[in-house]
Nanobody
């Protein structure tokens, strides 16, 4: 069964850090491009960061550049999102996504709340 499970979300103060994880199972993780998305209340889901199959190339939304770092460990079938200098506007449900056309799988999401 193809599955993505996010973890690591929670409540953090502005300026704080969190590391999200996305554990993959049921498919060949190293063959898939991986991405993090987020959706804030009342807003559309948006792309946060993407990483290629080997991790050799990454891309970020302008709003998170310099603060967030996407990475992956293909030996552990896991992707990460290190989030530093968090802002209240980073509050959202964060989702991971695995794509290898035509296959496309989403996780269930993990809540990140940035508030004092």
């Amino acid at each position: 069964q193809v599955q993505l499970v996010e973890s690591g979300g929670g409540l953090v103060q502005p300026g704080g850090s969190l590391r999200l994880s996305c554990a993959a199972s049921g498919f060949t993780f190293s063959s898939y491009r991986m991405s993090w998305y987020r959706q804030a209340p009342g807003k559309e889901r948006e792309l946060v960061a993407t990483i290629t199959k080997t991790g050799g190339f990454t891309n970020y939304a302008d709003s998170v550049k310099g603060r967030f770092t996407i990475s992956r460990d293909n030996a552990k079938n896991t992707m990460y999102l290190q989030m530093n200098s968090l802002k209240p506007e980073d509050t959202a449900v964060y989702y991971c996504r695995a794509t290898n056309w035509p296959n496309d799988t989403w996780g269930q999401g993990t809540q990140v709340t940035v508030s004092s």
